[in-house]
Nanobody, 127 residues
């Protein structure tokens, strides 16, 4: 399984950005078996979970810090999961990573639970 996140960039506070995560090495017909998560890491801070889409549960999860502003979207035909980020704030500045876990997941926001990771893409929000 390989993941590739891209599409980060510089955006002004209040703006929007959509970041794709392209998955390969598994069929999205198997998507029901996977959790696809988005994490972020700001300088000097720990990696934190932002959003996750659960194939087994058929639902999405959001961290409190992004609820109502971010949306996770899956396009199974393209094998891509998107993180749509609206009303961006300077504190959203970080490197954003997508990750995947196959099977049941106990700790949704624990990076160590995810076996597969993309390389990360920088998102910078200016004030």
């Amino acid at each position: 399984v390989q993941l590739q996140a891209c599409g980060g960039g510089l955006v002004q506070a209040g703006g929007s950005l959509r970041v794709p995560c392209a998955a390969s090495g598994f069929s999205f017909d198997d998507f029901d078996d996977y959790y696809i998560g988005w994490f972020r890491q700001a300088p000097g801070k720990e990696r934190e979970g932002v959003s996750c889409i659960s194939g087994p549960e058929g639902r999405a999860y959001y961290a409190d810090s992004v609820k109502g502003r971010f949306t996770i979207l899956s396009d199974n035909a393209k094998g891509t999961v998107y993180l749509q980020m609206n009303s961006l704030k300077p504190e959203d500045t970080a490197v954003y990573y997508c990750a995947a876990h196959r099977g049941f997941l106990l700790r949704l926001w624990a990076p160590t639970e995810y076996a597969y990771w993309g390389q990360g893409t920088q998102v910078t929000v200016s004030s």
